[in-house]
């Protein structure tokens, strides 16, 4: 018999071989909820526990208040209601799935080439993670970021709708005892209200539609401590993809994955109504002729990051937005909402108005105060 926690015994549960995945930590489904009606879950008598008795393997998660369950399948927790997904979301699943499933696992997703650092160092630079820290991930995919992150936090919740891009991220955590692995929309799924310090995204352009991303944005602001942040990146229509002629919103190739470029004030626009103080800027900066200078492509990238209109020629757009406005306060208060980074870009793109140009003038003066950690 197998004694979890002080109160309840299970004693159906079996226990599992070494060298297989830990499986879901057991004192974190108190972070997840039901996705129908978002009470609190609780594991049912018969499962499959870790040798150490902290992870389940095998089980079945039950609302407290309804009839719903949720299975717990090689460690990953189950809350996808497959057939409730647009067509759009459907097809990016579906492909997903089949580029994991054709995927060997080869050690921790950490892709160390020049793109990608560019990428990743200003993002984990805009996360500042400690180790007491609390995450959601949403759309982890294979774990790029979620395996280095998991070293830096207390714990985090990753959540994709991929379960093969789960299935390789299992693999990749198989030594790791702080993941939860959720197969989830994040149009449905529920977490504990105020429980996580970060949540963090890449995911945002690959939603088909802008309602999809107000979803995430409103399921961060329900997620976040009042002190926390929500760090994520989106693909960036800026001089370089106009100039190749690159639509904003389109495919990555013909019938593939759908995604959408922003320009910078847009994402910033449409960040703003759901948190009080939100950074917008473009990273991962390569110049046309960068192989002919002498510094790395990552330190230009880091160097150009701070450039005024020479940073318009990122791939991508890093934004940091802090203090969640709750559901009942989310409303437009340009005067708080402003950054002083949206004053330096204002000049370059045509959509802002003069109004917006004043109130970003007037908002500088408390930059200090404002200005979220980390940049
Ligand atoms: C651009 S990939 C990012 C993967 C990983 N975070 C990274 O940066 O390498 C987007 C991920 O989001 C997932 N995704 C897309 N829409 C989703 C949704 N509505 N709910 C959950 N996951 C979703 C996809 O399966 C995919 O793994």
């Known amino acids: 018999m197998l004694l979890l926690s002080g109160e309840t015994s299970y004693s159906t549960c079996q226990m ?16 997840l909820r039901c996705t129908h009606d978002g009470a609190s879950l609780q594991l049912d008598q018969k499962c499959q526990m870790s040798e150490d008795g902290t992870c389940v393997r095998h089980g079945t998660l039950s609302c407290t208040d309804c009839s719903a369950s949720f299975a717990i399948n090689d460690g990953i927790v189950d809350m996808l209601d497959a057939d409730a997904l647009d067509v759009e979301s459907r097809h990016e699943k579906q492909l997903r799935n089949e580029t994991a499933s054709s995927q060997q696992v080869t050690g921790p997703a950490w892709y160390e ?12 630079e ?41 299935r390789i991220l299992a693999q990749r955590c198989k030594n790791l005892k702080n ?23 890449t995911l945002a ?55 959408y ?32 200078l002498p510094l790395s492509i990552v330190d230009q990238s880091r160097f150009l990051e701070r450039i005024p209109l020479l940073n318009h020629f990122g791939n991508l757009i890093l934004c940091t937005a802090e203090h969640p406005l ?13 950054s002083d980074y949206d004053f330096e870009v204002r000049g370059y793109d045509s959509n802002v108005t003069i109004q917006d140009i004043s109130i970003s003038e007037s908002e500088t003066v408390a930059k200090n105060d404002r200005t979220p950690q980390g940049h």
């Not at 007491?132 to 998991?150: I, K, N, P, S, W």
């Not at 197969?183 to 970060?198: E, M, N, P, T």
């Not at 602001?221 to 990146?233: M, N």
């Open 16 to 31: 599992i071989h070494k060298d297989m995945i830990q499986g879901f930590p057991y004192q974190l489904i108190s972070e």
């Open 126 to 166: 805009a996360l500042s993670v400690n180790s007491g820290m609390t995450m959601l991930e949403l759309g982890c995919g294979d774990g790029r970021y979620t395996v280095q992150l998991a070293g830096m936090c207390k714990w985090i919740v990753a959540l994709d709708f991929s379960v093969e891009s789960l």
């Open 261 to 292: 470029n922003f320009t910078v004030s847009e994402c910033n626009a449409e960040v703003r109504p759901y948190f009080k103080f939100v950074i917008t800027r473009p990273i991962q900066i390569h110049l046309p002729f960068a192989r002919k």
């Open 205 to 259: 352009s690959n939603l088909p539609t802008r309602e999809h991303r107000q979803t995430m944005y409103h399921l961060a602001t329900q997620a976040l401590k009042p002190d926390g942040r929500f760090v994520f990146s989106a693909h960036h229509h800026g001089p370089r993809q106009r100039l190749s002629g690159e639509e904003k919103s389109g495919r990555y190739t013909h019938g593939g994955i759908y995604r």
């Open 179 to 201: 993941v939860v692995l959720v197969l989830g929309d994040i149009s449905s799924v529920k977490v504990g209200s105020a429980h996580f310090d970060r949540v963090f995204s």
């Open 326 to 338: 709750c559901s009942g306060e989310v409303k437009r208060s340009p005067l708080q909402m402003h």
């Open 113 to 124: 080439n020049e793109q990608n650092l560019s990428e990743i160092i200003p993002t984990l």
